[in-house]
């Protein structure tokens, strides 16, 4: 079964800093890749995902991830947070052909001080 | 798109007693995910189903949890008798899938249930 790291679960950080979350994934086939956000108080919603193509993915908010195949990971990174972008982070993988099992990271719970 | 829904958002109950959550999925979707969410464990996933069928339900956690999908656009998960341990955000999440291929998963609100 697939698995996901997530490191350092508490970040706190300044506006205007730069914020890059690890993702590394232990799974030997094609997965498809996820990061989800979690706002507090609501539910989780899909910030961008890698399924194939340019390893480096634009999402929504500013957000951009970058897989590397031969690293097993999938970083997030934003050049610049905003307050608003206090919240818990998830990576998820997916196997691209097979058990529909969406695998979880912990989570990074993120904040950002104005 | 409505996306998925959702309810209750909020349950409270006491120890012993029955509950039942409730998910919409999105129209469309023809798979169907529950999830619970708890501080310790983070996201697990309880069971899915794929064309209304139970496809994986290695996550439920013991038999006092059952889930159905009597048709496209409805599921429930239900707990019986609930224990206070089972205290967790629910999560239903819905996505398409053809054939092997996959797609994005996508979340409800989720039901915040309470066991006293």
């Known amino acids: 079964a697939q698995s996901v790291s997530q490191h350092n679960h508490h970040v706190i950080l300044s506006e205007a800093a730069s914020l890059e979350l690890g993702c590394n994934y232990s799974?030997?086939?094609?997965?498809?890749l996820f990061w989800y956000v979690q706002y507090p108080g609501q539910h989780l919603q899909l910030l961008l995902k890698y399924f194939s193509g340019d390893p480096l993915v634009k999402g929504i908010k500013g957000f951009e991830a970058e897989f590397i195949k031969s690293k097993f990971s999938f970083n997030l990174r934003k050049p610049s947070v905003q307050w608003s972008d206090t919240a818990e982070y998830f990576c998820?993988?997916?196997?691209?052909?097979?058990?529909?099992?969406?695998?979880f990271g912990k989570g990074n719970q993120v904040v950002v001080i104005p | 798109d409505a996306g998925v829904i959702q309810s209750p958002r909020h349950e409270v109950t006491e120890m012993g007693q029955e509950v039942t959550l409730r998910c919409k999925p999105i129209s469309g979707h023809n798979s169907l995910f529950w999830y619970r969410q708890t501080m310790m464990r983070g996201l697990e996933l309880l069971i899915y189903?794929?064309?209304?069928?139970?496809?994986?339900d290695s996550g439920m956690p013991e038999d006092r949890f059952s889930a159905k999908m009597p048709n496209a656009s409805f599921s429930t998960l239900k707990i019986q008798p609930s224990e206070p341990r089972d205290s967790a955000v629910y999560f239903c999440a819905s996505s398409l899938t053809s054939g092997p291929s996959t797609d994005t998963q996508y979340f409800g609100p989720g039901t915040r249930l309470t066991v006293l």
């Open positions: 799974y030997g086939g094609t997965v498809n």
């Open positions: 998820a993988v997916l196997p691209s052909r097979g058990n529909n099992r969406l695998a």
């Open positions: 189903f794929n064309n209304n069928v139970p496809i994986d």
